[in-house]
């Protein structure tokens, strides 16, 4: 089993829609998590930290289950430039080590 | 302020010779990370730097590579002699200075892509 999980997709959806992502981790002693995007041959853009009351920022939602050990990522009234790679990163140990990457959902907003 | 840079920032090589990638982080950053996207794979850690010390090294793929951070500024990663499956993304990042954040938000350059042919 990978130790972090996404679906590859592609979403595609039309303008103003909402979508959701998840992505499962399985590690159950993971400290951090991230969600990160990435345009086409493009590095990776930190989108948001994922913290563990969930939190919010504009028309981005990230929520964390500990339980169920999966976070997920809710895009509100899509744009056409939301259109991207969304990767979900986990830092398993804590502190300044290393993340560990999903291989992304491919989200494509359509007109 | 700026960004991670990185350069090159495309390497065509042949197997069997040497490349040098060179990351420069974020200004005050201690702590400097290699990774590596190969095609249709997810991003792979490499290794990790505290400063100009090897923290984590477990993710170099074999002794053809060789990383340095003299004096815990820029970085080099090294690889010599290159082979057919080191063609890839190597991107480097940095965040910011041990005890000023538990969260570790890296942040990411904008990659080296290396073919060896």
């Known amino acids: 089993r990978k130790e972090v999980e996404q679906d590859p997709g592609p979403f595609n959806v039309p303008e103003g829609a909402t979508v959701a992502f998840n992505c499962t981790y399985s590690n159950s002693a993971s400290q951090s998590f991230f969600w990160y995007r990435q345009d086409c041959r493009k590095e990776p853009k930190l989108l948001m930290s994922v913290y563990s009351s969930g939190n919010e920022d504009g028309r981005f939602t990230a929520q964390l289950n500990r339980a169920s050990q999966y976070i997920s990522l809710l895009i509100r009234d899509s744009k056409l430039s939301d259109s991207a790679t969304y990767l979900c990163a986990v830092n398993m140990a804590g502190g300044y080590q290393k993340v560990t990457f999903g291989t992304g959902t491919k989200l494509q907003v359509i007109p | 302020e700026a960004g991670v840079t990185q350069f090159p920032s495309h390497s065509v090589i042949e197997k069997g010779q040497t490349v040098t990638l060179r990351c420069d982080p974020i200004s005050g950053h201690d702590n400097l990370y290699w990774y590596r996207r190969v095609m249709g794979k997810e991003i792979k850690f490499l290794l990790h730097f505290v400063k100009e010390s090897k923290q984590d090294e477990s993710g170099m793929p074999n002794n053809r590579f060789l990383a340095e951070r003299t004096g815990g500024t820029y970085s080099t990663l090294k690889v010599q002699p290159a082979e057919l499956e080191d063609s890839g993304v190597y991107f480097c990042?940095?965040?910011?200075?041990?005890?000023?954040?538990?969260?570790?938000?890296?942040?990411f350059g904008p990659g080296t892509r290396l073919t060896v042919l």
């Open positions: 990042a940095s965040s910011q200075v041990a005890g000023q954040s538990s969260y570790n938000e890296q942040f």
